[in-house]
């Protein structure tokens, strides 16, 4: 099978889009929606958006399946239509590609479930297992496993893509500066996971969690450490106070100085995350 995603790595610095729930936000869609369920009830706005990010740049767009695994879905009294939401969020993503874009097949952590006994590890395999089973069907051409939070988290989903998966994979960690987990656990114990696992991913990946000036100490402490191409996503932040005023500081210019330098440590996929949109994906693939 040919792995396209690793076939740019090697090429060239990546371009990925950015954030699908922050974009959902701005057009009133409020955060008691199941975003995911949007793919078939407002499938229109979720083309827009992903059709914004090809247009600002991105070659690889991410799939509207973050939280559509039939455990979250069961919140919204949707746990049915796991399958036909995935297939919509891959078919929606593929239909605004241009012609060599890449379409990410997204998948949320299980790992707090599993961690709380609210399922077990085997019912997270099972659950994870029939979202990539559907994710493939429809067409990606890789998944990409998204925020991976805890080494529990990242056991349940190496189970799950070497016993259902085919296609290539990344594996993209919520951590902080340091490198550790919320649960305090640090994340060269759980590369090494991946190392002794049967599949191994075409390029892991830092997301979420941090904004992008903690995203380069994170990166410049991941790199050595790794043996695979690092992809980084990081968030808009938090605000500052200025003048007792409360204000974002990550405009599409902060980001993309930050891009560079990312780029220049050795970053082979750059992109964004909550509070990431089109307009700092479009500054960051110019420049």
Do not use: W
Not at 101 to 130: C, H, M, N, R, Y
Not at 175 to 191: F, Q
Not at 200 to 214: H, Q, Y
């Amino acid at each position: 099978m040919t792995d396209l995603l690793k076939e740019r790595l090697q090429d060239h610095v990546v371009i990925f889009d950015g954030a699908t729930g922050t974009e959902f936000y701005k057009r009133n869609f409020f955060v008691n929606t199941s975003y995911e369920s949007l793919n078939l009830t407002n499938p229109k706005v979720v083309g827009n958006i992903h059709h914004s990010y090809v247009e600002a740049g991105a070659e690889v767009v991410t799939t509207n399946s973050y939280g559509a695994n039939r455990q979250k879905l069961a919140r919204f009294g949707l746990a049915e239509k796991c399958v036909e939401i995935n297939t919509a969020a891959v078919g929606l993503a593929r239909s605004q590609c241009a012609e060599n874009t890449l379409v990410a097949a997204s998948l949320g952590p299980l790992g707090k479930e599993v961690a709380s006994g609210q399922i077990s590890f085997d019912e997270g395999v099972e659950i994870l297992g029939e979202q990539i089973q559907a994710l493939e069907a429809a067409g990606s051409d890789f998944l990409m496993f998204e925020t991976l939070s805890s080494q529990i988290g990242t056991e349940c989903a190496i189970a799950a893509v070497n016993r259902f998966g085919r296609l290539p994979f990344v594996f993209s960690f919520a951590v902080d500066r340091d490198l550790e987990t919320v649960y305090g656990e640090p994340l060269s114990a759980i590369l090494a996971l991946l190392d002794r696992s049967k599949r191994r991913p075409t390029a892991v990946g830092l997301n979420c969690d941090i904004g992008p000036e903690p995203m380069l100490d994170a990166l410049e402490k991941l790199l050595p450490l790794s043996h695979y191409p690092v992809i980084v996503q990081p968030n808009a932040g938090v605000p500052k106070s200025v003048d007792n005023r409360m204000i974002y500081m990550c405009s599409p210019e902060y980001l993309t100085t930050y891009a560079l330098r990312y780029a220049n440590l050795g970053a082979r996929g750059i992109g964004g995350c909550c509070g990431i949109g089109p307009e700092h994906i479009r500054d960051i693939a110019r420049s």
